[in-house]
């Protein structure tokens, strides 16, 4: 019994001097935890949109027959539409507002510190609590933005803004943009402090304007960030679903169901596992794309390679 | 080209007083070197004449002009930086035609004035390089040559070389003296290196606590300075202070405060009877047989010279022998002083007598 455990012992001392296996255990319980929590449940959703899955019931394998069905699903084609209408104009408006939000505070303000919690709060309330306060503002009765256009004659009766298929588009973007904004701008004022104020005190000495140090100094120093935060921007904002899910439900009449809440919608409450899962597997190309997209555009640029004589 | 003139000015941060009235005139075409300790107010006396700081109250003029209410851009100065401040994103010859392109200036006009500046600080062939890729002497060249280009009335450096190595740093002084030589513009240095200051400059302007000290040339200020703090500052090793007073029957003798006699050539009457430093440069004194005798301490021989740490009575005493001398710690020796060379400040007020 002694020898045995020697040897083992042994084995077991001459794998932590093995570089290679050593490696390997360090990296077990990362794999382990990727493997259970997302390669699992994305393989498995991938099957499923091989199937004809209901809930309760077990499907078989009816190969591409789910996607022949959404190919002519006009609901489906509508959600791809707005998944993609919504991603790009939030995503624009967050970049524009994030930016401008971000240069302002990279000044010298009185109280900034304070200023930049503030910026942040949006983000750290949960999405679901925002969303019902928003279905509050948006409220087609009780709405305080109505009740503050009413009372400045501006309007003389309440804005139908969840009801009519526009508003509720423009209403559903609105309230993404408030909650993205922060992450927008607090990565890019990071961004921004990392440029050497020295750079721009050169620039106005040669002679460059305000908009002119922004335009040839500060935006082609902060480019590499911009394209890490817009490619996150533009990935959480096309996957949304909770935003859209407490205020609208996809309603009315499907003009703001994204392919997130209509794939749910299928799945869950409609007990179409299978084409639920073959919806949300559709957004794994766009999303590919973007990553890919950003993957080629954060290459890292000529100037910023390190030296080499 | 212009004069630059510094008219009683000053500067706080809020009820901190960092400028503290300074009054300096610059001559067209003259290289004067502001030095003083970190703290000083050199670099924020720098930064007001570009631009870069408001100024409290005075007036700054650059040539006839007073620039106080004028934005950096309308100075018509150029300024090199510690870290140097090149764009990273833009090749040296970007960067050193940055100023041409916002005026406006077309691709023959940026080519005629880039190049020869390129070729006079040796950067033609790295033109097409980015900043990243420049070694730190390279990088300091660069931004000398984006000051250059610009042809302004005032060039301007903010410790252009103290990220440079010590052997680099020598080089770089040499090429900066020359460069000035060849533009003759006038030029403003900030450092906190005397020595900088001293192989540099036509004058230097001693600074302490957002005061002026002594402006005059380099050897006006290791021959005559006005007070302690320029005698202390200026010159290395820094020159020896011993205390003491002048002898009550003899001018010509001054006895320390240990007792000891050391000679001084004319003392001024006011002096007798005061607490006196008498300041005596390290070089100042040699070693031949005759004169004080002193304890020597540590000897660090360096080639060149020999440095000599005694002790006399109580107090180190700094020697540098430009000769090589065979002494030995706890030896006795005598050193003699050349008395031309010896200064006497009163101790109160630290002014020179």
């Not at chain 2, 630059?4 to 706080?12: A, G, L, T």
Request: charge should be neutral; glycine fraction near 8%.
């Amino acid at each position: 019994m002694s020898t045995t455990s020697i040897m083992k012992r042994r084995s077991f001392a001459g794998l932590l001097q093995n570089n290679t296996a050593l490696g390997v255990m360090f990296m077990l319980p990362a794999g382990v935890f990727l493997l259970c929590f997302l390669t699992y449940p994305l393989g498995l959703g991938v099957w499923l949109g091989f199937t004809d899955t209901r809930i309760g019931r077990d499907g078989v394998f009816i190969g591409l027959e789910n996607y022949r069905l959404l190919f002519d699903d006009s609901v489906f084609w509508l959600s791809v539409f707005n998944t993609i209408l919504y991603t790009s104009v939030a995503s624009v408006l967050k970049f524009g507002l994030g930016l401008w939000l971000a240069l302002i505070l990279n000044e010298k303000l009185p109280l900034k510190s304070f200023f930049r919690a503030i910026v942040l709060l949006p983000w750290v309330v949960p999405t679901v609590l925002s969303a019902l306060a928003f279905w509050w503002i948006f409220d087609s009765q009780f709405s305080i933005l109505s009740w503050s256009l009413i009372q400045l004659g501006l309007i003389d009766q309440p804005i139908n803004f969840l009801g009519d298929s526009n508003n509720a588009r423009a209403s559903v973007i609105a309230a993404n943009v408030w909650r993205g904004i922060p992450f927008v701008a607090i990565s890019l004022l990071a961004g921004l402090q990392t440029i050497s104020p020295s750079l721009q005190e050169a620039a106005s000495l040669d002679g460059a304007t305000s908009w002119q140090r922004f335009r040839y100094v500060t935006l082609p120093m902060l480019t590499p960030i911009i394209a890490v935060v817009m490619t996150f921007s533009v990935l959480f904002t096309f996957t949304d679903f909770q935003l859209i899910y407490v205020l609208t439900k996809g309603g009315p009449v499907n003009a703001t169901h994204l392919m997130a809440t209509l794939s749910f919608q299928r799945g869950i409450p409609g007990g179409q596992l299978g084409e639920g899962a073959a919806i949300a597997v559709a957004m794994i190309p766009f999303l590919l794309a973007s990553i890919l997209f950003s993957f080629f555009g954060l290459q890292r640029r000529k100037w910023q390679q390190g030296g080499s004589e | 080209m212009a004069s630059v003139d510094f008219i009683n000015v000053r500067k706080s941060f809020g009820t901190h007083a960092v400028i503290k009235g300074v009054n300096v005139e610059i001559t067209d075409g003259e290289f004067v070197i502001l030095v003083g300790p970190s703290g000083c107010g050199k670099s924020t006396l720098l930064r007001m004449l570009a631009g870069l700081e408001n100024i409290s109250a005075g007036e700054i003029r650059i040539g006839d002009k007073i620039v106080n209410g004028l934005a950096p851009k309308e100075r018509d100065i150029a300024m090199v930086f510690q870290n140097y401040a090149l764009y990273p994103h833009m090749t040296v010859a970007d960067n050193m035609a940055f100023s041409l392109k916002l005026k406006g200036a077309n691709k023959t006009a940026i080519e005629t004035l880039v190049k020869p500046a390129a070729e006079i600080l040796g950067l033609s062939h790295l033109l097409e390089r980015y900043p990243r890729q420049l070694s730190g002497g390279q990088r300091q060249r660069v931004a000398m040559g984006r000051a250059i280009v610009r042809n302004p009335q005032v060039f301007l450096f903010d410790e252009p070389l103290s990220n440079l190595d010590a052997k680099l740093r020598v080089a770089m002084r040499a090429e900066i003296k020359e460069l000035h030589q060849r533009l003759n513009t006038t030029t403003v240095y900030v450092t906190h290196d005397q020595i900088e200051a001293m192989t540099m400059a036509d004058k230097i302007v001693v600074m302490n606590d957002g005061r002026v000290e002594q402006i005059g040339s380099p050897l006006d200020l290791y021959d005559r300075p006005a007070n302690l703090f320029v005698a202390g500052f200026i010159g290395s090793p820094a020159m020896n202070m011993i205390k003491g007073r002048l002898d009550a029957a003899d001018p010509h003798r001054f006895i320390t405060e240990g007792g000891t006699v050391l000679p001084v050539v004319a003392a001024v009457e006011a002096a007798q009877g005061r607490d006196l430093i008498y300041g005596l440069r390290p070089e100042s004194m040699r070693l031949d047989g005759a004169g004080l005798p002193v304890k020597v301490g540590v000897v660090e021989p360096t080639g060149a010279e020999t440095q000599m740490i005694a002790k006399l009575g109580g107090s180190d005493l700094v020697c540098v022998f430009h000769e090589r001398v065979s002494v030995r710690p706890g030896e006795i020796v005598n050193v003699s002083i050349n008395a031309q060379a010896t200064h006497l400040f009163d101790a109160e007020s630290g002014v020179r007598l």
